[in-house]
């Protein structure tokens, strides 16, 4: 998939929800490869940081399970 499309779809529910996640205290965790990576994974990890929402954002350079170590429940 092309992820800037995907993940144009994303920044818009993240932009109608944006309070009930910050009040929830949601973290988002991405892990993605594709067509045109790095442009998609800017976009969001921007997106992310303008409307205050805690992310880890990663492409195709990180393996899914070192990422989840990185992260504490």
Excluded at 2 to 15: H, K, S, V, Y
Excluded at 48 to 68: F, V
Aim: with cysteine.
């Amino acid at each position: 998939t092309n992820i800037p499309n995907t993940f144009q779809g994303i920044i818009d529910a993240l932009e109608i929800f944006q309070n009930e996640l910050i009040q929830a205290r949601v973290e988002i965790l991405v892990r993605r490869w594709g067509i045109q990576e790095e442009r998609g994974l800017k976009l969001l990890s921007e997106a992310c940081a303008r409307l205050h929402i805690p992310a880890t954002i990663h492409g195709s350079d990180r393996y899914m399970t070192d990422i989840l170590h990185e992260i504490t429940l």
